[in-house]
């Protein structure tokens, strides 16, 4: 069994514990896989998917999350679903947050991922265009334009990030998932939450839940 | 006398307490001016204004301040010599927070600015394409997708503002200066700062100190 969560730039797959991501255009008919399961936030990307696998199943019309949030993604729901307990970030072009107490999700926010703030500077004026430095010290002020870009990016998620969490644990995935959850103490970083979700909707799925 | 400080994407001027901005593009000549000076982060917007006052004259080599930060950017530096001690809050494209103590700089940090969080999450993908809601409660988790993204921006500044004030006095200026303050107590807004850096800056030339 073959899942796949396709996000805003790559496509992460998972089989058997293993876990990796591809381009949409570097995507290529792997082995012979019986069942492939997939939810999508990319239509493009999942029209790419379903060229390479034909029987692929989108899991989105049999996940079901208890919330009171409106419009949820789906990728979002799997996250939620996987960790059942806790905050849930997860750290790509955008990074969500996502609070759940047994089982049910208490709401949650969106903030542009690191690489986007970069990038969103750079728009801004050429003089804000610099490579953020991701080992900027947050304790003191900046005394430089790099690090007060770096800090006014990094410091922000973090501080976002910790008063979400409160004493609640700390769950990470995604591109920038392992770099973020350095600033915690106790914060697990696990590439395979979304994952852990989906099979959680598949088992629903058989034992005729959904 | 009139002052010009060209930012990243209009011209503000001052004259006699008054203030105004322009977009370089529908700048046009005014009265006669006999003295005009000007700081500049935008050097196309300061060849157009040279080109309506070919007099005007660059404050930039005359400012001066006292910090360890470099490459602070002139309109920084005539917001921290406007209020000499507490934090400057300029909220524009981006957003730009300084520490003053004592007239002594201690470093800053750069945030984008409100409309440039909208933008960057547009480009992140379609489905985060929604107008900010500025209304946006901080003190619940959102439950839809424009208050996720609303509150992913907004309380991510207000947090690191607050973060950084302590018990200092905080002063706003810029565009949205007026819309942050409000999330103060005791915050004082004044679209002049910048200015009365730059008349500082003049009377320190006066006095023959620069």
Known sequence: ??????GNTYLHFYQEGKVWKELPRRLKAGMEVQEVY???VNPPSARRLLE???????????????????????????????IE???VVDAGSAITVDVMQNQ???????????????????SISPA???ELNLSVELSALPQNTRDALSYGAIKA?????QNSCKNKRLFFTGGDGKYLARFFENAIHDNSIVFKGMLKTL???KEGKR
Request: aromatic letters at 6%; charged letters at 20%.
């Open 52 to 82: 390479v696998y034909p029987h692929a199943i989108d899991l989105a019309p049999h996940m079901v999350l208890d919330t009171a949030y409106k419009g949820l993604g789906v990728d979002r729901m799997a996250a939620c679903k996987g």
């Open 85 to 87: 307990d806790g905050v």
């Open 38 to 40: 997939y939810i999508s």
């Open 104 to 122: 049910v999700h208490l709401g949650g926010f969106i903030m542009p991922g690191i690489a986007s703030f970069s990038s969103m500077l750079k």
């Open 157 to 161: 998620i973090v501080m976002m990030i």
């Open 128 to 130: 804000l265009e610099k």
């Open 203 to 205: 088992e629903e799925m």
């Open 1 to 6: 069994m073959l899942l796949c969560d396709i």
